[in-house]
Structures are given as C-alpha cells and as structure tokens.
Nanobody
Framework: QVQLVESGGGLVQPGGSLRLSCVVSGSMFSISHMTWYRQTPGKQRELVAGISGGGTTGYADSVKGRFTVSRDNARKTVYLHMNSLRPEDTAVYYC?????????????WGQGTQVTVSS
C-alpha cells in the first residue's frame, strides 16, 4: 500500500527557512509528478510547486524566487525548500504524487504538515 509521509513543518519567524520532505513508502509502478499544495482554513487547496518526472519545475507566482522544489528518485522523496518565509505562507502543506501504470495514472496525497510563520 502506498503512503506519503510529510515532515519538516513547524513554527518559524518571518524571513526564516524550512525544508519540507515527503517520502513515498510502498511500491509504485512509476512515479510521475511530485507536487506540493497548501491550504488554509476556509480556502481551497492551492498548488505551490511541482516537479515532473523529467525534472521540470513550476511554481506559484507567490513563491517564485523563494521556494525550490527538488526530488530524489532513488529515495522516492520530494523536497520543498522554503526561504524568506512570510506570514501569508502559513498553511498546511500537502504533497501529491502521480503514479503512471499500464492502466492509467493514479494520484496519492500525504496527510499534511503544518507550517506557521509568525513572530
């Protein structure tokens, strides 16, 4: 059974940094995209950053230049390096991973990790 486990969240002061990790456990046929989303109470989940199987990255405008997404295929892990954090970055961060199978594509979600940016 596939599980995604996020870690690295916490409380940080404005201007600080955090690194989130998301590890895929269990067997997957072929991992495609690995993507980070975030959600605050009362709002829709929003895409933050993603990386394709070929290494192409994409970012929300609000985090460009401050966040960096990367992946380690051997460890089945995706990272989100967050610098120059702002109070508006406060949210629960979720990872989302796509799996390509002979029958199509499946997606999996982690349980989320809380990031709080506050002085």
């Amino acid at each position: 059974q596939v599980q995604l486990v996020e870690s690295g969240g916490g409380l940080v002061q404005p201007g600080g940094s955090l690194r989130l990790s998301c590890v895929v456990s269990g067997s997957m046929f072929s991992i495609s995209h690995m993507t980070w989303y975030r959600q605050t109470p009362g709002k829709q989940r929003e895409l933050v950053a993603g990386i394709s199987g070929g290494g192409t990255t994409g970012y929300a405008d609000s985090v460009k230049g401050r966040f960096t997404v990367s992946r380690d295929n051997a460890r089945k892990t995706v990272y989100l390096h967050m610098n120059s954090l702002r109070p508006e970055d406060t949210a629960v961060y979720y990872c989302n991973v796509g799996e390509v199978t002979p029958k199509g594509e499946d997606e999996y979600w982690g349980q989320g990790t809380q990031v709080t940016v506050s002085s």
